[in-house]
């Protein structure tokens, strides 16, 4: 049945449309899913631009938008040439006012997608379809909100010719990829338990997989969408809702399990072959106070969980982070590869956390395989158990005097996605060494809600990286510093590698910088202005491009 | 769970990334009249307050009703009115007039409600170390560069709320100066470049892998093209002794050095 609807869609593939076939596929051309492809290793088959071009890489063209319905964006109709004024569609069912602070400056963060010569992006409440080629914005689409918060937005998914966007307050949107109208839009949450939808739509087959989560304790979890209907296909909770569920002997009590978060962000990957959709989940709540209803694990939070797709059942997780209390989610994007691991072939599963340590699983099982530390500041671990989880020193937790931790509750990297290259073998991350103190502010033993409980005060940064770390051993092939005394602290926003030979990535002070995968050597930089996102590589009428977005501009390079 | 705001990218000079306030993300509800939330109150710490806590944030058995679903989606006691009538799991019933359910709905309305919970139980202050043991590790740690009767005299007395003061010390700059402030005389890098033989020196205003950029004393800005190692680059970092002390500390140790500190009047 699921093939016969696979099949009846690409029967009817006009243009700008997204051949089904192509999601299968390594990254190459087109760019149509959030990493690229399933395995998450934003590694590009493309070698137009290699090691020994790339300092020829020239701007190709530069597109700026605006957030809300004041400007569509892109090409200005005083200068001329720039053809017919963008149009600009509205839906929403709130009056759009309400950005919560967030929304106000434009700041494209999120995964864009390329398919048959079209750029789509996002920032949350907006759309915008681009033309590949030059940049011209083609249509603007603006969703008026109810509110939520407007953090950021993380990219759309596509599924033939049409494009699904989450929303801050909690809508599936469907839009119509040629012409930005809207389809249908259908609830991904209730609002007033506040929740806020920010994961960029995963599909697969008949699959659309979205997630969830919001700071107020309620339940995270992750569903598959019909993509024709917008109807719920299966739920799955990161926590367990009820007496008897898997894994409520983690909890205190059933209540403190209900209340325990595990968001749903960011997206996962997905493994063609074992059908399974694997992801990380948010952390635990209360975040920093430890209630009695917390005692305990606290799954399926701060774990890698994998959902079979067909039938929505977990097939296994391992989790990372037991009982966390430093808000570190796990919600980074896990990487899959298959390799050699201590003589064995292997499918895996790579993760680096936001609380400085990086992971190896098997991903057929949920086997652990590997842990270590890619932070040398990092100071909240007392123990890695047999299972390679890292269990946490208790006096690290916040406390009425202070505690002085490494990293900040940043971490030591965050979800602005690590790439892989199976030229290298190397995993590559943003990084960055922090410190500050946790000091407890609610001493009430019910503990507090959400992110409440205390006051977290920077310290210092050590200094931020762009790392290279060797999946077979866990140890650091390459590591490039920041200049300066010690830097910021995220890291930059992402990381892209490609077949040549090449890691791109933003470093702290607006350049946009390519790297000789192999050994971090310098080879190109250009300085854009803050670069907001991790770039990406799409080929287009023969020419490759090199795709970036800082604050509210995209820049593409080529070589000409 | 929180999703980190965009990396702030390289902080200001001498200072830590800018505290942003968070405006409210969701609305909130209009305030009802006092008399009702009142009366509501009333009603409540007969009926509730035993298993849900006069606060309402949980009690003897009874969950949090502040962020459960059905508070959070009710309006006026229309979804809270069957809850009582019918009772739940563990929950008996309750037979109350309309009236009095909208009165306690109004009650539990009352409360803000946000994931950043304002404290309630605040303790009144971080000072929770030892001060005698605080002087013997400042003399046998910090005594190189720093003396309570000269540079620290009086400090205590200077920076008077705890936590300021322990922040402070552990990394000057990093605490209290409210975005936009200077940074302190003691938190300026300084930068040498050495290029055909001449050094320049001045205070570094800024860095990356491709340029190098300084005032010098006399205020004459310079920028620099940097190419690997050329031109020359030195930092002179003068918190550096911080810097390397924050993996040495124990928390014992911090929260010595500031009972000890704050004792310096």
Redesign the interface.
Known sequence: MKLLALFSLAGVLSAQALDPAVLQKPLSNEWPTYSGDYSGQRYSKLTQINQTNVKNLTLAWTTRVSNGPGAAGGGNPFRGGGGAAVPLITGGEGTGE?T???GAGT?I?ASMLMVDGRLYFSTPDNAWAVDARDGRVLWHYFWKT???????IRGLGMWGKWLYMETPDDFLVCLDALTGKERWHKPIA?????Y?S?MAPIVIGNNVIIGT??????PGYVQSRDPETGDVKWTVYTVPMKKGDPGMETWGSV?GAR?G?G?V?IPGAYDPETHLYIFGT??P???YTNPKSRDGDNLFTCSLVAINVDTGKMAWYYQLNPHDTH?W?SSETPILVDGDFKGKPRKMALHADRNGYFYVVDRLTGEHLLTSKFSD?V?WVKEINAKGQTIRNV?KDS??????V?PN???AT???PAAYSPDTGLFYVPQSDT?A?Y??????P?G??????K?E??????GTYLTAIDYKTGKIAWRHR????????????GVLTTAGKLVFAG?????L?AYDAATGK?LW?S?IG?V?NAPQTYMVDGKQYLLVAAGDQLFAFYLQ | MAQAPPPAGAPPAGGPPAAFRRPPDFPTRPPADPAVVERGKQIYSITCTFCHGADARGGSGGPNLIRTPVVLNDKNGELLGPVLKEGREGMPKFDLPAAQVSDIAAFLHSFRVGGYDISRMAPPTILVGDAKAGEAYFQKTCTSCHSVSNDLKGIGGRITDPKRLQQTWLMPGAAGRGPGAPPSPGTIVKVSVTQGGKKITGRLTKIDDFLVSLTEDDGTPRSFTRDGDNPKVELIDPLQGHRALLGKYTDKDIHDVTAFLASVK
């Not at chain 1, 000091?439 to 009430?444: A, F, I, K, P």
């Not at chain 1, 507090?448 to 409980?453: N, P, R, S, V, Y």
């Not at chain 1, 470093?507 to 350049?511: A, E, M, Q, R, V």
């Open positions: 309400f919560g602070g967030f700041n963060r109810k509110g939520g918060t407007h953090i950021g209730d609002f007033n338990q506040q806020f920010t989560g919001n700071d107020l304790d309620a209540e209340v978060a968001n962000w948010g952390n709540s209360p975040s808000d989610d500041t100071n006096e406390t009425v005097g202070g505690s002085l490494s509750n940043y971490g965050n979800w602005p410190y103190m000091y407890l502010t609610e001493t009430d019910r507090a809600m959400g992110l409440g409980g006051d005060q920077f310290v210092a940064s050590m920041y200049p300066g005394v010690g830097g910021g602290f995220g890291g930059g926003n470093d702290l002070s607006g350049n910088i310098i930089h300085r803050q907001s």
